[in-house]
């Protein structure tokens, strides 16, 4: 038996453990916040904190704009509001790249896991 049918076997072996696996798949709660049980979970608590006064700032710059009287503060304000939408934006894409890692992080540790079980029964 070659290695590619033996590690085909074992993937149908294991089709039990892996249907129970995906129907434990969690949901976005659950995912995130998955961030905040790592080591970086301080830092996230950092960003989540950063991107609520964000939003307080962008709403204030965006009522500033609008009830400003003069186009240099319209622009003021504008370039306020836009400089406030980007470095929300690009916490929360940090915080969802964070979320992102942990869950392939998890599916590596499950890979590493079924490739050990598989050489340890072809020895």
């Given at each position: ?43 996230m608590v950092v960003a989540y904190v950063a991107i609520a006064v964000l939003t ?26 836009v400089m406030t939408v980007n470095a ?36």
């Amino acid at each position: 038996m070659n290695l590619d049918n033996r590690i085909k076997n074992e993937l149908e072996s294991d089709a039990a453990e892996i249907d129970k696996a995906m129907a434990e798949k969690e949901g976005l709660i659950q995912f995130a916040a998955s961030p905040f049980k790592g080591g970086l979970r301080h830092w996230m608590v950092v960003a989540y904190v950063a991107i609520a006064v964000l939003t307080v700032v962008l709403i204030w710059c965006g009522y500033r704009f609008f009830m400003a009287e003069s186009v240099d503060q319209r622009v003021f304000w504008g370039v306020w509001f836009v400089m406030t939408v980007n470095a929300q934006g690009m916490l929360k894409l940090w915080s969802w790249m964070e979320m992102n890692r942990n869950s392939v992080m998890r599916e590596i540790k499950r890979l590493e896991i079924a490739v050990g079980k598989l050489h340890t029964g072809n020895s």
